[in-house]
T-cell receptor
Framework: DTGVSQNPRHKITKRGQNVTFRCDPI?????LYWYRQTLGQGPEFLTY????????KSRLLSDRFSAERPKGSFSTLEIQRTEQGDSAMYLC????????????FGPGTRLLVL | GENVEQHPSTLSVQEGDSAVIKCTYS??????FPWYKQELGKGPQLIID?????GEKKDQRIAVTLNKTAKHFSLHITETQPEDSAVYFC????????FGAGTRLTVKP
């Protein structure tokens, strides 16, 4: 399967702990996106990379959130000092660069902060 | 920024009937309109998309129409089957993508 993969699929943590998620995009794609999805809502854009450069960050991405894509391949999303409001599905997608390119999503990482 | 509204939020149909989901967008610069299907516990899967240079696109039982003047687009599913039951999201994009809130479709056998 050469689709987008994400690990872990589920994460339960206690408030105040740090968590890190990983996304492996489709290998030919140079754009990688992170979204957050809460129950009953559509995905909300967090940030995206073109190769290793982080080109845009949403205002939703507080200073407790940091994303990296050091070699332009896989990406990590870290949440420091987690809060209960961080509980959500974190989705990763990838695409070719350019306007109006199709984004292909991974299965997501479901985070529960107790 | 772009704002996408989607209706209805829930839709229940009998197997074999048609289902229609409608979306409106605010940014006239948006030129790419995908539709995603999301099943429980899975990521969104692209089912069909349309670009602003066409008004309609069809793929078997699924069709999408786009009215750029009115800034709305619709998903049409004909001959619905129980396996069509899922949450469907519309999205509008120029540089970044904005999603509607989703429509939960239930197809009753």
């Amino acid at each position: 399967d050469t689709g987008v993969s994400q690990n872990p699929r589920h994460k339960i943590t206690k408030r105040g702990q740090n968590v890190t998620f990983r996304c492996d995009p489709i290998s030919e794609h140079n754009r990688l996106y992170w979204y957050r999805q809460t129950l009953g809502q559509g995905p909300e854009f967090l940030t995206y990379f073109q190769n290793e450069a982080q080109l845009e960050k949403s205002r939703l991405l507080s200073d407790r959130f940091s994303a990296e894509r050091p070699k332009g391949s896989f990406s990590t999303l870290e949440i420091q000092r987690t809060e209960q409001g961080d509980s959500a599905m974190y989705l990763c997608a990838s695409s070719f660069e350019g306007v109006g390119k199709t984004q292909y999503f991974g299965p997501g990482t479901r985070l529960l902060v107790l | 920024g772009e704002n996408v509204e989607q209706h209805p939020s829930t839709l229940s149909v009998q197997e074999g009937d048609s289902a229609v989901i409608k979306c409106t967008y605010s940014d006239s610069a948006s030129n790419y309109f995908p539709w995603y299907k999301q099943e429980l516990g899975k990521g969104p899967q692209l089912i069909i998309d349309i670009r602003s240079n066409v008004g309609e696109k069809k793929d078997q039982r699924i069709a999408v129409t786009l009215n750029k003047t009115a800034k709305h687009f619709s998903l049409h599913i004909t001959e619905t089957q129980p396996e069509d039951s899922a949450v469907y999201f519309c999205a509008a994009s120029f540089n970044d993508m904005r999603f509607g809130a989703g429509t939960r479709l239930t197809v009753k056998p």
